[in-house]
Structure formats: C-alpha cells, structure tokens
C-alpha cells in the first residue's frame, strides 16, 4: 500500500508473490517466484525504477538455516533487480540479520553506487529483520549469475 501511495494514481507496482496478493487499484499481481527465471517475463515493461524485498523463508526454527534463507532471497531479489532496474533506480531488500550479512552487502555493492544497512523505527525492535538499502544503480557492473536456489524458490512461507 505504501508503494501504492508514493508512485501516484500514474504509477505502477507489480507485485510478485506465490502466495495470493489482494487486488488494489494500481497493483499488477504477478503469481510467481522470484528466483524463477521465466518471472522477468512475466513482469510486464521495465525498467523500474525501485525493487522492493519483503520476502521471507519458510521459518524452521533453527535461526542460522532462516537466516541463510533470508540472504538467499535476497541474492535471488539482487539478480533479478540488476536484469530489471533502470540506471540510477533502487533496490531494497528485508533479511534477517546474521553472520552472513557482510558478504551479503559486498555482492550488492558493486551494483549501486551506495549501500546502507539499516533497521528503520517501523521494523519491531525484537525482530532480527533488517534492511539494505540500495541506492543509485549501475547498470555496467557485470551481473550475478544466479541459479534458481531450491530454497528461494520454495513456495511456502509461515509469514
Ligand atoms: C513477510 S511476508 C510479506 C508479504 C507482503 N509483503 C505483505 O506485506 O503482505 C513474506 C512473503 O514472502 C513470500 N515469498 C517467499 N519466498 C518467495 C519467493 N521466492 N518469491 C516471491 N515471494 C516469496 C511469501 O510467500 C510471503 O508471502
């Protein structure tokens, strides 16, 4: 809804999950995984200019495979907003913080010329979620290769 509001009654947002997406004004709902090669197709024109990820794994208790996940979503998210971005557009991404989130900022990095982790006051306090945020998007860096991961694409979440 957020999205809705800021790109305007001439914007579009297309919003990609497996799980269904209430349908609102202004909304392109596209049932599909991200991490899927076929989705970009199915995303309509682009570039856009933003990606956004809120995407979470199926949670399975044991905090170091959910966190692995989450990165995995988000490395999933990257190489599909780096095939779908326009030049100077934005990517943010939710994950769940852990020991993997350094190299998780260095392989975004190259692909936008600012990168910032934060955790904003609207993310609950005792929720390990936080978000990189992605700014100015460089079209030249060479791409992520990404396969689609089988944890990324598994269609159940318990968010
Ligand atoms: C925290 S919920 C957020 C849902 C939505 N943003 C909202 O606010 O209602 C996480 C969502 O990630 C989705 N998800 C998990 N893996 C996905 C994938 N590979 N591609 C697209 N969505 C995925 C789940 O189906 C789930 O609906």
Known sequence: MIALDRVGPNGTVVA????????????RVVRGRVGDPALRERLGSFPFDVVLSDMSPSIS???A????????LVRSALALAVRVLAPRGAFVAKVFAGDLIDELVLEVRPHFAEVVRT???????PSSE????????????????????????RPDSDI
């Open 16 to 27: 990609v999950d497996p799980r269904p997406i209430a349908p609102a004004e202004g909304l």
């Open 61 to 63: 208790g044991a905090y």
């Open 65 to 72: 495979t959910d966190h692995a996940r989450s990165v995995d």
């Open 119 to 125: 955790k904003p006051p609207a993310s609950r306090a």
């Open 130 to 153: 936080l978000y990189v945020v992605a700014r100015r998007f460089r079209p030249d860096a060479p791409r992520p290769e990404r396969p689609v991961p089988a944890e990324a694409a």
